[in-house]
């Protein structure tokens, strides 16, 4: 069991949270990114830098997960590719993606990218603050007791 991190948008803050969650735990954490990241020197903890590019770090993470492992992202088509694999996807918004509701969720997606190309610019999220944080918290702690059992 393993947690995977789309690390190039994650917040600091919820980084911060699997940091100590993986301490905790013991459960591997591994922040894959276009970027070099710097990680606390902790066993389970490590950082993968990849190439540069369109979806690089997300075929990366699709090529290591593993069916039951956890994938942090806020990236629709990513969250449905890992749930087709048998992964559980979480937002750093707290919200646990499903393969009910991920369908919904990439046609809105791609509905907002189509206004958004069209000159109609919507506001984006809102920044995380301290409920998201907690919702994050929350849902993690949730699949942690599962995944100790």
């Known amino acids: 069991m393993q947690i995977w991190v789309d690390a190039d948008a994650c917040p600091v803050m919820i980084k911060q949270i699997l940091f100590r969650a993986s301490k905790r ?16 020197r902790q066993p389970q903890i490590q950082a993968v830098q990849v190439a540069s590019g369109f979806d690089v770090a997300d075929n ?14 806020a ?11 048998g992964g559980q996807a979480l937002s750093p918004r ?3 993606y499903s393969a009910d509701d991920i369908a919904a969720k990439r046609t809105m997606r791609d509905f907002m990218d189509t206004l958004r190309a069209s000159g109609i610019h919507g506001a984006g999220p809102s920044a995380l603050g301290d409920k998201e ?17």
């Open 25 to 40: 735990t013991g459960i591997p954490v591994t922040l894959i990114a276009n970027q070099p990241l710097q990680v606390p």
């Open 60 to 73: 990366e993470i699709v090529r290591r997960l593993t069916a039951g492992d956890l994938v942090i992202t």
């Open 75 to 85: 990236d629709i088509p990513l969250a449905a590719e890992v749930i087709e694999q």
């Open 94 to 96: 707290g919200e646990m």
């Open 133 to 149: 944080r907690q919702a994050f918290a929350n849902a993690l702690d949730r699949w942690l007791a599962k995944a100790v059992r």
